[in-house]
């Protein structure tokens, strides 16, 4: 019988090694794959707050925008994030470093690293692809979204993280922004890109009376967008989950150094769900904005997922999603017609957010003696991702809106998108897919009934 050599210390402390990063990779594999689930959520979300004849139109845009975006990360994003934590001045080691050619940007059985975080900020740019795309529903030309969400995925979010979640971005180096739960770097450049390209858009027809009074434009399915946005809530568990930094024989640490675990995420990501479903039930009383208030919660809350009491958080939440309702009929007051509530939902809350964590959190410490948590610091960064979010997003549109490439023709919206830009039938057995309605007329004593253009 042979002998059993006793493994070495070195032998063990590699064993050890290569086990914490398998758990790692592991880890990131599935928030990524949960992450997949938000992207299911606002599919099934948009479609349902979608008339029937633009059904189908809704869902092919996000099924697209993931499509497109995640090969624009590759190409270009995931540099952007590396080489631009200073500003707009690239450190050029790092650019060429994470080009589509550098030997970490493919398999290489020495980096276990580089690919599961790329894919994970894939997912967070797919993200800010899908709440763009609820908030123009109905109007806007597929190309046109395809252009923006480029933009707003493939570049300007990954600028937004290198800015506010890189390591040495410069707002946390020089002002100590804190915004773990991505409530800027992904939410406030979603909400402000949107709402620019909605100035630009216009509303849908027949939104608004000539007085300025609003018609009610109600999707075909609230069920369905219920369950969407139940969906996204699952998959904000994998988001949230790529928030933080598994550090292998450590404790964990949040995007900036600072020690915390996902016990910390825990409390507070479920008692600012909570807290948003009953802010909004107090103002609403609607299924489809207490869902969207739950989600308006935990961004509301993100940025001090990792320090704030679990009481406190469910207060914060509850207050901003009372007050979202009440700033998307702000929004109607001045004809702007969001869809979706993609501002208010996504772009006050995480406003908000971070400006309310400026008050809560001013004074915490940071890591390696760079400048703590502060009011001014927290309000500086939110006006940041507002401007990075806003200004490109009004700029690109108003150009597409120039040459005539940002809105279907009026006759194509009448008869509906998924006739027009699909084409498909979402539901074939119905006549309303195709732009009609039933009308009732009498011709003497007889009734009769036909379709006219809805």
């Given amino acids: 019988m042979e002998d059993q050599q006793t493994p070495t210390l070195e032998e063990l402390q590699a064993l050890i090694e290569m086990t914490n990063t398998l758990n790692m990779e592991m880890f990131y594999w599935w928030c990524t794959a949960l ?175 000539p007085d300025g009074s609003v018609n009610p434009i109600v999707g075909h399915s609230m069920p369905m967008s219920v369950v969407g946005l139940m969906l996204i809530i699952v998959g904000f568990f994998g988001f949230l989950g790529g928030c933080i930094i598994y550090n292998s024989g450590a404790q964990w640490i949040n995007i900036y150094g600072q020690p915390t675990n996902l016990s910390a995420f825990s409390f507070n990501t479920l008692m600012g769900f909570a807290g948003g479903l009953i802010g909004a039930y107090l103002t609403t009383r609607e299924p489809y904005w207490m869902m969207s208030g739950g989600l308006v919660g935990i961004i509301s809350v993100a940025p001090g997922l990792d320090l704030y009491h679990p009481g406190l958080a469910y207060l914060i939440a509850m207050g901003v999603s009372a007050a979202a309702p009440l700033v998307n009929n702000l929004l109607l007051k001045f004809r702007l017609d969001d869809a979706v509530g993609a501002f208010a939902v996504h772009g006050f809350s995480g406003f908000a957010g971070l400006v309310i964590s400026g008050i809560f959190l001013a004074g915490y410490p940071n890591m390696n003696g760079l400048p703590e948590i502060s009011f001014l610091g927290q309000l500086g960064g939110a006006l940041v991702m507002a401007a990075l979010g806003f200004i490109p997003g009004y700029l690109i549109s108003y150009a597409l809106k120039k040459f005539d490439l940002l809105r279907v023709p009026k006759h194509a919206e009448e008869r509906g998108l998924d006739l027009t830009e699909v084409p498909a039938q979402a539901y074939p057995e119905w006549d309303a897919m195709h732009g009609n309605a039933p009308v009732a007329r009498f011709e003497s004593t007889t009734l009769i009934v036909e379709n006219k253009p809805a």
């Fill in 35 to 209: 992450m997949i689930l938000i992207h299911a959520g606002f599919l099934s979300y948009e479609i349902g707050a979608s008339r029937l004849k633009n059904a189908l139109a809704a869902g092919v845009k996000n099924i697209l925008a993931f499509g497109f975006i995640v090969p624009v990360v590759f190409l270009i994003g995931w540099a952007v994030y590396n080489a631009f934590p200073d500003g707009l001045v690239p450190r050029m080691d790092a650019l060429m470093g994470a080009m589509p050619w550098s030997q970490s940007m493919g398999p290489n059985i020495e980096d276990n690293a580089t690919g599961i975080f790329w894919g994970a900020f894939a997912l967070f740019a797919a993200t800010t692809g899908s709440i763009l795309s609820g908030a123009i529903i109905e109007r806007a030309r597929i190309s046109a979204f395809l252009i923006l969400t480029m933009v707003l995925g493939g570049v300007l979010w990954l600028l937004a993280a290198a800015w506010g979640w890189h390591p040495e971005g410069w707002l946390t180096v020089k002002w100590g922004y804190h915004d773990v739960g991505a409530a800027g770097v992904v939410h406030m450049i979603s909400g402000f890109f949107a709402l620019a390209v909605v100035i630009n858009l216009g509303a849908r027809i027949g939104r608004f009376n």
